[in-house]
């Protein structure tokens, strides 16, 4: 039977200098928000960091299907959000086809997005929601924990009552977001073999345009934090 991890995750063997890296990769995404590893890395690496992060609740194919609704199937730009539909605290994407620069991922500091709101936008978004998947629930889009704010955000999935205050946060959120964005967003390019980690409550992500032949593919997870998962080094 396959070994599995605290969180419950089939376990990958990894060898004792891969496990320090997953050590010190959880410290760079509370500290930093994210971490891109260039170089041709095999998805067992992948797969080894992502089960050492935390429970994993989802993998999916981020890649072109003709017919799909969904946003990743397509060629169009995805506009900065969060993966937060299944309370997801990272996000991981595995470079298994890479397409140039066409379809490069951004990111957009969620601090530095909260510093360009005014208070009365900050309450407001309080009372803004977004669909959840995972509970079939709505939650507010901004809230609170240890006294830290973070965003549930994915633009296509919010509800709102459509009076002033509402429409006017919305608006001030997308605009400090594409400022924010324009002035110090980061603006990666993955290659075949690269591997992005991202801390979804420290950064939005998003993407530009697929090139229209794009054989581009990379794996996503979503993990949930678990403490007790990162047993690193040797005993
Ligand atoms: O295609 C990408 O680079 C990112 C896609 C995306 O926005 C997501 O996985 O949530």
Same mark, same amino acid.
């Given at each position: 039977?396959?070994?599995?991890?605290?969180?419950?995750?089939?376990?990958?063997?990894?060898?004792?200098?891969?496990?320090?890296?997953?050590?010190?990769?959880?410290?760079?995404?509370?500290?930093?928000?994210?971490?891109?590893?260039?170089?041709?890395?095999?998805?067992?690496?992948?797969?080894?960091?992502?089960?050492?992060?935390?429970?994993?609740?989802?993998?999916?194919?981020?890649?072109?299907?003709?017919?799909?609704?969904?946003?990743?199937?397509?060629?169009?730009?995805?506009?900065?959000? $969060?993966?937060?539909?299944?309370?997801?605290?990272?996000?991981?994407?595995?470079?298994?086809?890479?397409?140039?620069?066409?379809?490069?991922?951004?990111?957009?500091?969620?601090?530095?997005?909260?510093?360009?709101?005014?208070?009365?936008?900050?309450?407001?978004?309080?009372?803004?929601?977004?669909?959840?998947?995972?509970?079939?629930?709505?939650?507010?889009?901004?809230?609170?924990?240890?006294?830290?704010?973070?965003?549930?955000?994915?633009?296509?999935?919010?509800?709102?009552?459509?009076?002033?205050?509402?429409?006017?946060?919305?608006?001030?959120?997308?605009?400090?977001?594409?400022?924010?964005?324009?002035?110090?967003?980061?603006?990666?390019?993955?290659?075949?073999? $690269?591997?992005?980690?991202?801390?979804?409550?420290?950064?939005?992500?998003?993407?530009?345009?697929?090139?229209?032949?794009?054989?581009?593919?990379?794996?996503?997870?979503?993990?949930?934090?678990?403490?007790?998962?990162?047993?690193?080094?040797?005993?």
């Amino acid at each position: 039977m396959a070994e599995r991890n605290a969180s419950g995750n089939e376990r990958v063997e990894i060898s004792p200098s891969n496990a320090r890296n997953a050590d010190s990769y959880i410290r760079i995404l509370d500290t930093a928000g994210y971490c891109l590893i260039r170089g041709q890395n095999s998805q067992h690496l992948f797969d080894a960091i992502c089960s050492e992060l935390g429970q994993i609740i989802d993998s999916s194919d981020v890649v072109l299907r003709e017919g799909s609704s969904r946003k990743i199937h397509n060629l169009y730009p995805i506009p900065a959000h $969060n993966d937060c539909s299944y309370f997801a605290d990272f996000v991981a994407w595995y470079c298994a086809t890479g397409d140039g620069q066409a379809g490069a991922p951004f990111l957009v500091s969620v601090t530095n997005v909260l510093k360009r709101l005014g208070n009365a936008s900050i309450e407001s978004l309080s009372h803004i929601y977004c669909k959840t998947h995972e509970r079939n629930e709505y939650v507010p889009i901004l809230q609170e924990a240890a006294g830290e704010l973070f965003f549930f955000y994915t633009p296509w999935y919010t509800s709102f009552e459509p009076n002033k205050e509402n429409l006017r946060a919305v608006s001030d959120l997308n605009a400090a977001i594409e400022l924010e964005r324009r002035s110090f967003g980061k603006e990666l390019s993955l290659e075949t073999g $690269n591997i992005l980690l991202v801390n979804d409550r420290k950064f939005f992500h998003g993407r530009d345009q697929l090139s229209a032949e794009t054989k581009r593919h990379l794996v996503r997870r979503w993990i949930r934090r678990n403490e007790f998962a990162m047993v690193c080094g040797d005993a």
